[in-house]
């Protein structure tokens, strides 16, 4: 059974920072890409970063310099790190495996 469970959200003041967690199990990690999407309410879910099985990286025009991509192959969990966190950041984030499986999303909220 696959599963991608996420970790790491909650409530953050503006200016601070989180490192959401996406651990996989069920089907092969290495060598495939995972991406991060974010979804605020009333909007449609939106690609925030991506990095390739050989941890090649692309970032949302919004969130370049601010927010960075990871992966550890030997945990089988991709990271990313939020900084600099702005209200307009605030959504449910969702990791993705790049054949087609999402996990459940953590909430972020960014607010003083």
């Known amino acids: 059974q696959v599963q991608l469970v996420e970790s790491g959200g909650g409530l953050v003041q503006p200016g601070g920072s989180l490192r959401l967690s996406c651990a996989v199990s069920?089907?092969?990690?290495?060598?495939?890409?995972m991406s991060w999407y974010r979804q605020a309410p009333g909007k449609q879910r939106e690609l925030v970063a991506g990095i390739t099985s050989g941890s090649n990286t692309n970032y949302a025009d919004s969130v370049k310099g601010r927010f960075t991509i990871s992966r550890d192959n030997a945990k089988r969990t991709v990271y990313l790190q939020l900084n600099s966190l702005k209200p307009e950041d605030t959504a449910v984030y969702y990791c993705k495996h790049q054949i087609g499986y999402w996990g459940q999303g953590t909430q972020v909220t960014v607010s003083s």
């Open positions: 069920g089907t092969l990690f290495r060598i495939y890409s």
